[in-house]
């Protein structure tokens, strides 16, 4: 079947430049997009500079494809390049918020019993490295969730809530600042907001997982730029049981927008910890300056 939908295009370059010479050093790096039913990866590629002394790749936990690549000589710098295309289908033309379950319904489905269906979405439900299960957490989420609530318009509204509580501040945080610090300070990057708003569902028991990937950065004509499009982004999937639908909503609360054909996805996990771009462990290497550069643009 052909899928209609918005081609992006996403260049994606990373240089780290060490300022004594890296001996030994090993890497994983999660920068393959995802196949998903309504994104159809058409291409992608990367470039890592210097040659790796050796490259592979591996499916984690999560479904995504993380490469790990290693060298046994030293090196002064390390250019990681990626270059990705992918058709992304519209996701909500036709979505009635008001038709989506009770919240308490969900979680109730989510809960494990004895004897009950498992439900593969409730590993979402729980605390990860980065985001723990807080009574404030709790609370600030009910004020989005009265009884009855439809699930999706509930998380619509915690989305509003979080936009409008939070400040998008650049460096105000760091990349392994947990929910709780970022939501005792109101503000930080889309990491923060997204890892604030999973802490949030996650305290009232739905399954929320964090997801990785760019936003379109040539917006169309008389559109205003997305806050965060200048980097790799961060945004919210909310698992809803739908009989018509993947079952995934995802929710960006940096731009308070539902994550649609503006939105590339690269990989989901637990919070940042799980997907980060580029990880791993050097000797040597001494001080070092990163820099990054990425372009996605409609074709």
Not at 136 to 154: C, D, I, K, N, W
Not at 200 to 228: E, F, H, K, Q, W
Not at 285 to 295: E, L, S, T, W
Request: glycine share 6%; hydrophobic share 40%; aromatic share 10%.
């Amino acid at each position: 079947m052909v899928m209609s939908g918005t081609r992006l295009t996403v260049t994606h370059r990373t240089t780290y430049r060490y300022s004594t010479l890296v001996e030994t050093a090993q890497h994983l790096a999660t920068i393959r997009p995802l196949a998903l039913p309504w994104q159809r990866v058409l291409a992608h590629r990367e470039h890592i500079e210097p040659a790796p002394s050796y490259q592979t790749s591996r499916c984690d936990a999560f479904g995504n494809e993380v490469l790990y690549f290693s060298y046994d000589a030293p090196h002064d710098y390390l250019q990681m390049t990626s270059e990705t295309s992918v058709l992304l289908a519209p996701r909500y033309a036709t979505l009635d918020i008001a038709a989506t379950p009770a919240w308490e319904d969900v979680t109730r489905m989510l809960r494990y019993t004895v004897g009950g269906d498992f439900h593969a979405e409730s590993e979402f439900c729980f605390a990860s490295p980065n985001i723990a299960l807080l009574p404030e957490l709790r609370a600030y989420a009910l004020e989005s969730f009265a009884p009855g609530t439809p699930v999706l318009a509930g998380a619509i509204d915690l989305m509003h809530r979080i936009h409008a509580d939070f400040a998008y501040r650049p460096s105000a945080t760091a990349f392994d600042t947990p929910a709780a610090r970022a939501f005792e300070l109101r503000h930080g990057v889309c990491q923060d907001f997204a890892q604030v708003m999973i802490g949030c569902l996650r305290s009232i028991g739905l399954a929320a997982r964090y997801v990785s990937g760019y936003l379109r950065n040539d917006p169309p004509d008389g559109a205003l730029p997305m806050i965060g499009a200048d980097a790799s982004h961060a945004w919210v999937s909310l698992y809803v049981p739908s009989e018509t639908s993947a079952g995934w909503f995802d929710l960006d609360p940096t731009n308070d927008v539902l994550a649609d054909q503006g939105h590339a996805t690269l990989a989901i996990g637990r919070d940042y910890s799980d997907v980060s771009l580029l990880r791993g462990v050097i000797l040597g290497g001494g001080a070092h300056q990163v820099d990054v550069a990425v372009k996605v643009n409609a074709d």
